[in-house]
């Protein structure tokens, strides 16, 4: 009986020490009627509270080794989460050599990064700014235990546990709450939603629809690249998960003795190895584009006037200066960068047009916004 009696007090003080495991919320994703879900991994499903601390982190400039930046000091909420600097600067002052991309419905985006045909994860891309070393940004590389040491404060234990019940802090779970977070940064609220989906005949502007009928018409052929809902080659859904490789060359530069762009980004080229690739980039959605200046991949069109009169042109010459020559004539560009005729009015139509893919509740939602403590 002693036994016994010493082995169902020890039961029942196991009992009692166990604290149950928090209940995990599942998200709920703030898509319109119709609109299919993205595709999330399954080790990583998508939870208020996984989203809660990867808001937290992503606006933490604990995350950078010198605690100057954060993710959010290149994506800001009022530019897309973009930048509106032609390239970023790294928490170590180092110039980057590409324009900071938007997080625009980046959960339905099949790849991810400008030039990477083999980062299709979230998951996966969140650990170049953390750890990349060429160029740098976070700078966490070498100081791996110093910035994880920061993340063990008791409100951090406590958002951690929440999201991810019995498991150690670890720079795993913090690129899986970062994650968790882009994904929720859904944009399908703007004017163009409301007339195309909502059945809003008056939701844009005849000048606006217009240019939606050139944008869409095979004259004009942007939607070639920027088709779909979320105005992206680069799309992957719960009802599509085909990859239609989306990078193309756009015409940008060419200098012939270079052997088309310039070395220091050559595009896919520099993953895939393959001449082709030269010069190839993913087309980026167009949601909320007026806000994502300046353009392209190395930021060199200011401006969706100056974007407009490069496709009209055909690709873009370069009279003077280290990157001279004539995109125009490229043999690797894009079929689909003919040059179009356009007139002034066509021209502001098309313009109207982009600016109805603005999202105005997305660029100033307060739960995309950094957390008040």
Not at 138 to 147: A, F, K, Y
Not at 277 to 302: K, V
């Amino acid at each position: 009986m002693k036994i016994t009696w010493v082995l169902l007090g020890g039961i029942i003080a196991l009992v009692v020490g166990c604290k149950p495991a928090p209940k995990s919320t599942p998200y709920q994703w703030p898509m319109p009627k119709g609109f299919p879900l993205p595709q999330v991994p399954a080790d990583n499903a998508m939870t208020t509270e996984r989203v809660a601390l990867g808001r937290k982190l992503f606006y933490d400039t604990n995350l950078s080794a010198n605690q100057t930046q954060s993710c959010a000091s290149c994506h800001q909420q009022q530019y897309g989460f973009g930048e509106n600097s032609a390239t970023s600067v790294g928490s170590t002052g180092q110039v980057h050599r590409r324009n900071s991309q938007a997080l625009v419905n980046v959960a339905y985006n099949k790849t991810l990064t400008w030039a990477h045909d083999g980062i299709t994860a979230i998951e996966q891309q969140v650990l170049l700014p953390m750890f990349g070393e060429e160029p740098v940004e976070l700078g966490i590389t070498g100081h791996e235990q110093q910035v994880l040491a920061r993340f063990k404060t008791k409100e951090y234990q406590s958002l951690f546990e929440q999201a991810y019940p019995d498991e150690d802090i670890s720079f795993l779970l913090i690129s899986k709450a970062l994650a968790s977070f882009v994904r929720s940064l859904i944009s399908l609220n703007a004017p163009f939603d409301d007339y195309a989906y909502r059945g809003q005949d008056n939701a844009i502007s005849e000048s606006a629809l217009r240019g939606m009928n050139l944008f869409f018409s095979e004259k004009f052929e942007c939607h070639h690249c920027h088709g779909g809902f979320n105005f992206t080659q680069s799309t992957s859904h719960e009802q599509q998960v085909i990859d239609r490789r989306p990078f193309h060359n756009t015409g940008l530069y060419f200098i012939e003795q270079e052997g088309g762009y310039p070395k220091k980004d050559i595009g896919l080229a520099e993953v895939s190895g393959i001449e082709r690739d030269n010069g190839r980039f993913r087309a980026p959605t167009l949601r909320n584009i007026e806000r994502t200046a300046p353009y392209m991949h190395d930021g060199s069109l200011a401006t969706l006037e100056q974007v407009i009169d490069f496709y009209a042109a055909g690709g873009r010459l370069l009279t003077s200066g280290k990157f001279a020559g004539d995109g125009r004539n490229n043999p690797l560009k894009s079929q689909f960068v003919r040059g179009i005729e356009m007139t002034e009015q066509e021209k502001q139509d098309l313009l109207a047009f982009l600016l109805t893919l603005t999202d105005e509740q997305f660029l100033t939602n307060p739960a995309h916004a950094a957390p008040n403590n």
